[in-house]
């Protein structure tokens, strides 16, 4: 226990200590189923009619909670996306790439190619089952969220030929997922978290990425069969599942950045935004994204009376550049604070907005993040602009298990982010509140709460614990109420 002296001298810390301490925190290491018979509040033709995993738990158990409407545009959305299950990702399952044996499978598009179907079927069904399960709904539960969001390929999508004028084939993808997208539904409605589904990847991958399903330099959605065939994806998902989904994105980034894609998009989220009213009703919220275009060019878009319930989603990273890398500690929550006002203005006039993906990281050491058989731009292994051979420092240590982590990444992310919580435990246990917390992840979380809410990128990841929440939550640098505010008003 404390001593008295002990607690009069941590209150005897003056805010300019404060200051100081949070300054020595920079960042300066370049100087060192069956059927599952779901319920559905609003039941449309079709819905949960396609079978669940077999001999899966169908979470038609007694819940712990009654279910409970979640009312958008008041009550604010703290969740987690749940990356790398439905939608592989090698940086999130490395070991999963890495047990193809063949360096040429680099995302699911190159695994349909590459590996024996029979064996990369039984390989995914394996990780589907595994990856996440009712527990860590529980988990999130507990956790003080509400909302997952799940990521989701067009060839998880069961259409059939009735369903579309298009083809049914998603050669060489392989399909499987939806059941298990469907028990996840219903795992939400068992344990009151609200389900954003995400259209993640369409056909001829929207943006070039891995997590489009297809990494490729010539990404080929943007041509009307591909953008049409995921407008009736959508179609599809919202009549046979959307009495259990709270928000349906309609495409996960799109690549905004290329002439072709910003031709179309502004018609695409139009069409894909009546397809699922049409086929499901007023009650499903429906999100867009700013296709890497900003906020400021989706002005007075689907506003009432054009569009009702509709969602803004944006991304904040600052890993995918050199100059972002190069920002110091303070310069990252600095640059963090110029959004609020930014999207504050834009939810309060046009759409609720969220922040749908961020993190913790504060490199791209992560392996694989920039691609299977890259390596970071943060030690010089991965160097995509000649322009710019800037290197920062060593990414041993850097990212992988948090046990494993140098003393001075500890530092950074636990001293930094909070002395320690058994510290500040034992001074609330005295009535008493130190605020000295991790200023990156507040600052991110204080953009979110700014406007309607925010989706941190990812549950869990396997060899990358600053991505994770679930091992943040472990670790300590996330606390484990989404709501304690070590460092209120960051931005103010």
Known sequence: ???LRSISLVLLLSLDHLRVAASQCRLKVNNVLD???IPSPAPLPGNGTTTAPPNADSGNGTSTQEWVPFNYGKDTIRGVNLGGWLVLEPWITPSFFERTNNTNVVDEFTLGQLVDRDVALDMLKDHWETWITEDDFKAIKAAGLNHVRIPLGYWSVPLTESDTQYTTSVAPYIPGAWPYLLRALNWGRKHNVHVIVDLHGAPGSQNG??????RTGNPQWAVSSNVNRT???????AKNAGGMIDVMELLNEPGGFMPSVAAVIRDFWLNGYSA????????????IGDAFMGVGNWQNFLTPPQGHGVLMDFHEYQIFSKPELARTWDEHVEFACTHVNTLSTFASSNLWTIIGEWSNAPTDCAKWLNGRGNGARWDGSFNPDPSDLRTFGTCSNMTGSWEGWSDKYKTFLRRCAQISWSLVMSLRTHGLIIWIGHRYFEVQVEIGESIQGWMFWTWKAEQADEWSYQKGLEGGWIPKDPTDRMYPNLCS
């Open 35 to 37: 059927d599952p018979s």
């Open 1 to 3: 226990m404390l001593s």
């Open 276 to 287: 699922v009213r049409d086929a499901a009703g007023e009650d499903i919220g429906v999100m």
């Open 231 to 237: 407008v009736e994806v959508l179609r599809f998902i």
């Open 209 to 214: 990425y891995d997590n489009s399903g297809q």
